[in-house]
């Protein structure tokens, strides 16, 4: 579905699903489960051509595409399997004296009809993901994947619908166009993930129908590095997650390091060493480095290295191959502040490091920024690392390594601020797309003549120490009150 998809189709297509999600069809733990299961099972009978995909978008390297987007997508798919049960259980809450006797329950509930907006970075786990938790929660959904990732998003349009139930979940391909279609109509939930260009023009459409949104967007995310660490250790873990990440194409690869003056010369000659042991000395033949997505982003990153301001700062790498959209790994001491590559998101292969006196001064550093989606910390001092977590606002934080915190599916995964907002991964993914309905149960019995009028002075008495809290005015009531008289 994509080509001649205009406004009236997409409205077809969301009545379609909200006149599925309206006969309770996705309610079931079974037809939950069902389309889990289904999910899994694509992955497993594709991995090639999931692969074959992501080589094609990306140039991705295959174990790199395995790790970052294969593995993490049925996982995610097991995780919900596993622990769906658990999740679509009403959790029962305590209840106040004001209200007893009852009983308290807090019911998730499907919005209904939602949409999906991926991204092409990581094009295939970024459009499953979300979808895992659409599903868990009981959605019917719409997936619209990058047109960036051409080979991915034709995947998912043609093998989705092989696998899934087409009656409740429908993939949408193209462009700016069918986007704008889309977001013309009135969604129970929209989830996006992309820039934060992108993002301020899908809440403005959200805006006009009160439609509640999840923005998985990025920002500048910054590396610290105490002088005190195993430098090796952290070249390694910095390197694998800056341009072992899809040459640092992911919203939480590190943007910036910033580190102390006199640390700086052996951080930047640590990296030297791991980049060449990684990579080769030619690392634009290397094949364990992913390419530029397109040369509309290759020339913005050159366009950034270009800046003269920038230019004199590189340390290591910046040769180009146009031909092929590759740039080598590339290292930049001191860059000044006031430069491009410091003001917007790098999202390529490009690592400015900062110096300071004290590394303690590079809160101020962060904090003047928007706020990231990740913030990094190398040190062994748990001082620092405490004041670091207290201080320094993002959405999610790693100490000692990179990137890995992804992963982890107890872990929320989101922005604040301008990196996003709202959040998913395991149970967040499933509340994300779940309405939490609060229920109150009470009986016919416990009548309390004093909540109604006429509201007489004992009746105030009473009812003020019951928010209060004090159960013996009303003790004091019923003694006093023989036969419910008039007080």
């Not at 692969?51 to 593995?71: M, V």
């Not at 599903?135 to 991915?152: H, M």
């Not at 166009?177 to 939930?189: F, G, H, T, V, Y």
Request: net charge positive; aromatic share 8%; hydrophobic share 45%.
């Amino acid at each position: 579905m994509g080509k001649g998809f205009d406004g009236a189709r997409a409205a077809e297509v969301v009545a379609e699903l909200r006149e599925t999600f309206r006969s309770g069809r996705t309610r079931s733990l079974r037809w939950r489960a069902a389309q889990l299961k289904a999910l899994a099972r694509m992955i497993d009978e594709n991995e090639s051509d999931i692969a074959a995909a992501l080589y094609h978008d990306l140039a991705k390297p295959p174990t790199e595409s395995f790790l970052h987007e294969i593995s993490l997508a049925k996982e995610a798919c097991l995780f919900a399997l596993k622990k769906l049960k658990r999740w679509m259980k009403p959790r029962k809450v305590p209840t106040s004296i004001t209200t007893f006797p009852s009983s308290a329950k807090i019911v998730p509930e499907p919005f209904g009809v939602v949409l999906v907006i991926s991204a092409w970075n990581f094009p295939f786990l970024l459009s499953i993901d979300p979808v895992i938790g659409a599903i868990a929660a009981g959605n019917t959904v719409v997936l619209k994947p990058s047109e960036v990732a051409t080979a991915t998003s034709l995947f998912l349009a043609k093998n989705l619908p092989q696998y899934v139930d087409n009656s409740c979940i429908r993939v949408v391909e193209g462009s700016i166009p069918e986007a704008s279609a889309l977001l013309e109509q009135k969604w129970d939930k929209i989830f996006y993930t992309g820039s934060a260009r992108v993002g301020r023009i899908v809440m403005a459409a959200a805006v006009k129908h009160l439609t509640p949104l999840v923005l998985e967007l990025g920002g500048k995310c910054p590396v610290l590095v105490d002088s005190n660490v195993d430098i090796k250790v952290v070249a390694k873990r910095i390197v694998v997650g800056k341009w072992g990440c899809n040459s640092g194409q992911a919203c939480i690869a590190p943007d910036y390091i910033i580190t102390t003056k006199t640390f700086a010369p052996k951080l930047v000659d640590a990296l030297k060493i791991t980049l060449e042991k990684f990579y080769g000395k030619n690392p634009l033949g290397s094949t364990d480095l992913s390419r530029i997505v397109n040369s509309s982003h290759f020339t913005r990153l050159k366009n950034l290295l270009d800046e003269e301001k920038v230019s004199g700062t590189i340390v290591h790498g910046g040769q180009e191959d146009e031909k092929h959209l590759k740039i080598a790994p590339t290292l930049l001491l001191d860059v000044p502040s006031d430069a491009s590559i410091m003001k917007e998101e790098i999202f390529g292969p490009l690592l400015p490091i900062i110096t300071v006196d004290d590394l303690e001064h590079s809160f101020d550093v962060i904090n003047s920024k928007p706020k990231p989606l990740a913030a990094y910390l190398f040190t062994k001092d748990h001082k620092l690392e405490k004041k670091f977590v207290k201080t320094v606002s993002a959405g999610g934080m790693l100490i000692n390594d990179a990137i890995l915190q992804f992963t982890n599916p107890h872990l929320p995964f989101g922005g604040v601020g301008e990196s996003g907002m709202g959040s998913y991964h395991g149970r967040f993914s499933f509340d994300a797309f779940s309405h939490k309905k609060a229920v109150l149960s009470r009986g016919f019995s416990g009548e309390i003549p004093m909540r109604y009028p006429p509201y007489t002075p004992l009746k105030q008495k009473v009812l003020r120490g019951l928010i209060a809290g004090n159960i013996l005015p009303l003790l004091h009531a019923l003694v006093v009150w023989p036969g419910h008289q008039k007080v």
